[in-house]
């Protein structure tokens, strides 16, 4: 059995890890760290698990904890993981990272996006991005892997294979993207409050997200992304629009999509607009894309579970290749529907 610390467990990411890991058949998830919810066991924390994960406490970090501990699974807020993944990586563990510290591989673009000096820029160079789709041989042989964020999981996994192939025009990219609440994480704030989601629907983020700087990174391209709060509790869809570099059937798009993911696991390529609903609790993601010739314009959409493939799933996926696990291990690409 390969041991897991997980940090950050008592957080929404945490709990979705806890869930997933309950049922691996390989990974056990031995420590688990928080921190206002440190000395309270599990079940309370949590209690949608069950025991014997129930029964383990919530701990405040230590290094000395560490010891024993093959896998670290960090689900942070941004910024704390630059203060200790050097440690982890020192004491020899492999370590996903979801929070953004290691995402972007300036150091510039982190200041500029986070608004504050990257900590440990050293260590950027050793983490490889976290989408297994595309990053595959080098997540395995990876020690650091910063997992991909939510919004540009959903986004990178409808366009990469048409900017890849050269059909859509990098510098015209659109992407409006609506999240689930769970997305904005546990701690209470009015903006997700009940009242205040329940039957409405808002943008927010206008020309500044940060998350724009990673899907610009792995796309190479300009984006102009808009992301929006949904009055649901999982899933994201993402819409993207950009200009075609030519003309082309209305399918050709899908066709791309298609080659590109025949022989991934967890990514399906759908005739139909895809809901969060097909993915929700899943480590899928389901795309399509079209071309309008109308407009001169691609069309392509992703939905994805914010917690599962943008968040939980996904970093298990990665910690599967880095141990030389079957890669689907615990993982199911099925959503829960109705
Ligand atoms: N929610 C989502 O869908 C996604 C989240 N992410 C990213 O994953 C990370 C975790 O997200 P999420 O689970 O939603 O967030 P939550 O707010 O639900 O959980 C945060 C976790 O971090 C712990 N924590 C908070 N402050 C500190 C600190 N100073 N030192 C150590 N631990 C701390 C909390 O402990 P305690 O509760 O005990 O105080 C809790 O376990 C974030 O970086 C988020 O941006 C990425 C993709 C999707
Ligand atoms: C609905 C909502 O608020 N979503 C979060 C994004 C999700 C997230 O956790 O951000 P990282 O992927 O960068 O870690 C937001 O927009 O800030």
Known sequence: MI?????GASGYVGGELLRLLA?????AATRLFGDSKAG???GQVHPHIAVPLADLTVERFDLAALDGIDLVLAALPHGESQKIAGAILEKGCK??????????HDPQDYAHWYGEPHQAPELLGRFVTGIPEFHRDAIRSAQAVAAAGCYPTATILALKPLVDAGLVDPASIIVDAASGVSGAGRGLKEGTSYNVVEGSFVAYGLLNHRHTAEMEQALGATILFTPHLAPMTRGILAT??????RD???????SVLRS?????????VSNEPPATKWVAGSNGAVVTARYDPRTGRVVALGAIDNLGKGAAGQMIQCANLMTGLDEAAGLAA???FP
């Open 23 to 27: 049922r691996h058949p390989a990974i």
């Open 40 to 42: 309270q066991k599990l």
């Open 240 to 245: 993207c629009y950009a200009t075609a570099t």
């Open 95 to 104: 370590l996903v990272d979801l929070g953004a510290d290691f995402r972007l």
């Open 248 to 254: 082309m059937g209305p399918d050709e798009p899908l």
């Open 3 to 7: 041991r897991a610390a997980i940090l």
């Open 334 to 336: 099925e959503g829960v």
């Open 260 to 268: 590109a993911y025949a022989d991934e696991p967890f990514v399906r």
